[in-house]
C-alpha cells in the first residue's frame, strides 16, 4: 500500500506565556520577576505498604497511572486573559499510518492497495475505536478489537491539511519531557519543575489525553486503574481527552508566587473518596474469562460503571500545598 507524505505529530512540551490583549500596537511590557514552582502529584497510594480498599464492597486498588498533556495556570484579576501553560502541543488524537496496529495496516494493505492512507483519529467513546480515511475519501471505523465495524464514502478526496491543530503563540518557552505520564502507584511524583511568573493564581487547569507511545502501560489511554474486586482481579481505563479546573477545598484560596520563593503544588486525586462513591462490587466479568474489564468498550458489561469512575476521580482531584 502506497502512503502520503508522513503525518508528523508536532510534539513541543512548553512552558508558555499567552497575552490576549486586543491592543495589537501597545507597547512592550517589561520582563516578569520569576519564582520556582515544583509541580506534584499523589493518589493517596504508596507501593506495598498502603493500598486503597473498601471493605463494604471488598475493592483492592494497587495501581493508578495517568497521562496529561498539559497544565494552566490563570493569573486572578485576569484582565488580559493571562495564562502560564506547561504541556504538550501535538494533533490532539490524530494517528500517522506507523501508529496503526498491524492489523488495521494488513486490512488497508490487503484490501486497499491502491488507495493511499490520508489521515487516522483515535475515537475517546463510542462503538468504534479507529477511524481511518483514505485518498480517496473513503473512511473506515475499526473497533477496539481491529475488526471493521463500518465504512462511509465521500464525495470529497481527503485533503491532510483538513485536519485541525493547535496553534500556540507563546513568549519565554522552557522546554520540558512531555506529555506527562505519571505512575502514582508508589506515593507522590514530581511532575515538573518550572520558574513561574510572579503573582496570584486563581485557577489551575489540566487536560488528560490519550497516551501515544506504544512501549508504554498507558499506550492509547488516558488513565488506568488496577486492583481486585471480591478477590477477582479488575482493570479499569478510559480514553477520554478533557481539561478541567483543579481547586484547594477552600475555593477562596489561590496560589500565591513570591520573588525569590520556592514553591510547591500538588494534585491531589483523591482514589480513596472515588472508591467509596462508586459501587465497584457492581463490575461483571460476562465474558468469564477471570478478568474484571472496565472501560468504555468492554466485554463484560461495565461501560457505564468505567464512566462513573472516571466523573468521580474529575470530582474528587483537588489543590493541595506540599
Known amino acids: 500500500m502506497k502512503t502520503m507524505k508522513p503525518m508528523l505529530g508536532l510534539f513541543v512540551a512548553a512552558f508558555a506565556f499567552y497575552s490576549c490583549s486586543s491592543d495589537d500596537d501597545a507597547s512592550p511590557q517589561p520582563p516578569m520577576a520569576k519564582s520556582s514552582l515544583t509541580i506534584k502529584a499523589q493518589s493517596g497510594l504508596n507501593g506495598t505498604a498502603e493500598k486503597i480498599t473498601n471493605a463494604a464492597s471488598d475493592v483492592e486498588i494497587n495501581q493508578f497511572m495517568i497521562n496529561l498533556s498539559e497544565i494552566e495556570f490563570e493569573f486572578a484579576d485576569n484582565d488580559q486573559n493571562q495564562v502560564f501553560s506547561v504541556g504538550a502541543m501535538d494533533d490532539e488524537d490524530?494517528?500517522?499510518?506507523?501508529?496503526?496496529?498491524?492489523?488495521?495496516?494488513?486490512?488497508?494493505?490487503?484490501?486497499?492497495?491502491?488507495d493511499a492512507f490520508c489521515k487516522g483519529e483515535l475515537e475517546d467513546d463510542g462503538p468504534y475505536m479507529y477511524e481511518v480515511e483514505l485518498e480517496s475519501g473513503l473512511e473506515l471505523y475499526f473497533k477496539a478489537d481491529f475488526t471493521l465495524y463500518a465504512t462511509e464514502a465521500s464525495d470529497e478526496p481527503c485533503h491532510e491539511s483538513d485536519q485541525g491543530g493547535n496553534s500556540w503563540g507563546s513568549q519565554d518557552d522552557l522546554e520540558l519531557a512531555g506529555p506527562f505520564e505519571l505512575d502514582l502507584s508508589q506515593g507522590e511524583v514530581t511532575v515538573a519543575d518550572v520558574e513561574i511568573p510572579v503573582g496570584v493564581y486563581e485557577e489551575v487547569e489540566?487536560?488528560?489525553?490519550?497516551?501515544?507511545?506504544?512501549?508504554?502501560?498507558?499506550?492509547?489511554?488516558?488513565?488506568?486503574?488496577?486492583?481486585?474486586?471480591?478477590?477477582?482481579?479488575?482493570?479499569?481505563?478510559?480514553?477520554?481527552?478533557?481539561e478541567f479546573e483543579i481547586d484547594y477545598?477552600?475555593?477562596?484560596?489561590?496560589?500565591?508566587?513570591e520573588e525569590g520563593g520556592d514553591a510547591t503544588v500538588v494534585f491531589n486525586f483523591d482514589l480513596q473518596a472515588v472508591v467509596n462513591t462508586v459501587d465497584l462490587s457492581s463490575a461483571q466479568d460476562l465474558n468469564n474469562d477471570g478478568q474484571i474489564d472496565i472501560s468504555p468498550i468492554d466485554e463484560d458489561g461495565n461501560n457505564a460503571l468505567a464512566h462513573q469512575i472516571k466523573n468521580a476521580i474529575v470530582e474528587y482531584a483537588e489543590l493541595l500545598d506540599d
Open 94 to 114: 490524530d494517528l500517522a499510518y506507523e501508529d496503526l496496529p498491524e492489523e488495521i495496516k494488513s486490512y488497508l494493505d490487503d484490501n486497499y492497495p491502491e
Open 206 to 242: 489540566f487536560e488528560m489525553d490519550i497516551n501515544k507511545e506504544p512501549a508504554s502501560d498507558l499506550y492509547q489511554k488516558s488513565i488506568m486503574i488496577t486492583g481486585s474486586i471480591s478477590g477477582k482481579p479488575f482493570t479499569f481505563y478510559h480514553t477520554f481527552e478533557e
Open 249 to 257: 477545598e477552600d475555593a477562596g484560596q489561590n496560589l500565591v508566587i
